[in-house]
């Protein structure tokens, strides 16, 4: 995740690293299920790395 986040970084989104950091195991169990090939499931990690996005918008 680190390298994840630092390029994320390089093009211009930031994570909450707190809720990273929270749920670091359901983080660990989303890349094994991610990388699982044919039977993988994505959306768990898609979920979390959607949720940890900080958003630039102001309204």
Not at 10 to 38: A, C, P, W
């Amino acid at each position: 995740m680190t390298f994840s986040i630092q390029y994320a970084k390089e093009k211009g989104l930031q994570f909450d690293i707190k809720t990273l950091k929270k749920h670091s195991s359901y983080i660990r169990d989303s890349l094994v299920m991610y990388s699982i090939g044919e039977y993988a499931e994505t959306q768990y990690l898609e979920q979390i790395i959607k949720n940890s996005i900080v958003s630039n918008h102001k309204d």
